[in-house]
């Protein structure tokens, strides 16, 4: 495994989503992901795109919410976009977003 590949699933795309947003081949996907062979850096700023709209969808999730007036139970009802354009397509991004929300807001019981 790699770096690179720990990315990936972190976003939660597959190979074949990854490839797509990056525009590259799923061949390459999979030996960045399975080798040392690192990709280009305008592939890890892709990444990080993508990260970024994943953390700024958590965040405006998480500031909109209505602190005084949250119950454990809405915790399961969140149900986040991805705004960006390369995210939006791909489930993997909005469960990220989600997860990331939840936990931001489950901190509130803490």
Not at 27 to 37: K, Q
Not at 44 to 52: K, P
Not at 81 to 108: I, S, W, Y
Request: charged content about 25%; some cysteine.
């Amino acid at each position: 495994m790699s770096n690179f590949s720990d990315m990936v699933s972190y976003i939660g795309l597959t190979p074949s989503e990854a490839a797509a947003a990056l525009d590259v081949t799923e061949n390459e996907i999979v030996r960045w992901c399975s080798t040392d062979e690192a990709p280009p850096i305008h592939i890890w700023q892709g990444l990080v795109r993508m990260l970024d709209e994943i953390r700024i969808s958590a965040e405006e999730a998480a500031k909109s919410a209505d602190l005084d007036h949250i119950d454990a139970s809405d915790l399961n009802r969140i149900d986040l976009t991805v705004p960006g354009q390369t995210t939006a397509e791909f489930a993997g991004p909005k469960r990220a977003a989600t997860a990331l929300a939840v936990a931001a807001l489950a901190r509130v019981f803490v």
